[in-house]
């Protein structure tokens, strides 16, 4: 089964630090994605990745930065975390060009920042 | 962009019942239309997908019918259980693309 794990399922952070979201697949993917789900908008795409060291902007990418330097780890970065940037965090993979296009999502990570 | 739109956003039905979600898309380019199922405390998980080659498509008790013309796509489940209670995702791409704009999701529960 393919499996991606997100590195906290509950986190508080305070206004202005720096926040790490990580996540990890193993199944060899070569697509990566970050959205946030809010109540009422759905699932937004903030950044993905389609090969070690690239990336994309998504719909939402102001205020987030990604990296990824391994093709299993995925990594979303709040700069400067706002109160505005309290949500839920999903990271997904799927293959790349040629393979399924179904998208594995994570068990989500709920971001609060007071 | 694609904009996608989702209705309705909650939908109540007695177990047993059919269930109709409904999705317009704004993107003619747009040829590859999955659905996604979250449970409580989970992920979105696929559930069934359709291509705009084809006009409608049946997997046990859930179908999904797609109006390329009108662009709108529709999933349906029918014989309703109280397992089926979770919030449902429509969305919509490019088959050879990586990116899916999702809809805003409708919140199902199915009262036994």
């Known amino acids: 089964d393919v499996k991606v794990t997100q590195s906290s399922r509950y986190l508080v952070k305070r206004t202005g630090e720096k926040v790490f979201l990580e996540c990890v697949q193993d199944?060899?993917?070569?697509?990566m994605f970050w959205y946030r789900q809010d109540p009422g908008l759905g699932l937004r795409l903030i950044y993905f990745?389609?090969?070690?060291?690239?990336?994309e902007k998504g719909d939402i990418p102001e205020g987030y930065s990604v990296s990824r330097e391994k093709k299993e780890r995925f990594s979303l970065i709040l700069e400067s975390a706002s109160t505005n940037q309290t949500s839920m965090y999903l990271c997904?993979?799927?293959f790349g060009q040629g393979g399924s296009y179904e998208q594995y999502f994570g068990p989500g990570t709920r971001l609060t920042v007071t | 962009g694609e904009n996608v739109e989702q209705h309705p956003s909650t939908l109540s039905v007695q177990e047993g019942d059919s269930a109709v979600i409904k999705c317009t898309y704004s993107?003619?380019?747009?040829?590859?239309f999955p659905w996604y199922k979250q449970e409580l405390g989970k992920g979105p998980q696929l559930i069934i997908d359709?291509?705009?080659?084809?006009g409608e498509k049946k997997d046990q008790r859930i179908a999904v019918t797609l109006n390329k013309t009108a662009k709108h796509f529709s999933l349906h489940i029918t014989e309703t259980q109280p397992e089926d209670s979770a919030v449902y995702f429509c969305?919509?791409?490019?088959?050879?693309?990586?990116?899916?704009?999702f809809g805003a999701g409708t919140i199902l529960r199915v009262k036994s």
């Open positions: 997904a993979s799927s």
């Open positions: 969305a919509a791409g490019m088959e050879y693309g990586n990116k899916l704009v």
């Open positions: 990745s389609y090969d070690v060291k690239m990336k």
């Open positions: 993107d003619s380019a747009s040829n590859y």
């Open positions: 199944m060899d993917h070569e697509n």
């Open positions: 359709i291509r705009s080659n084809v």
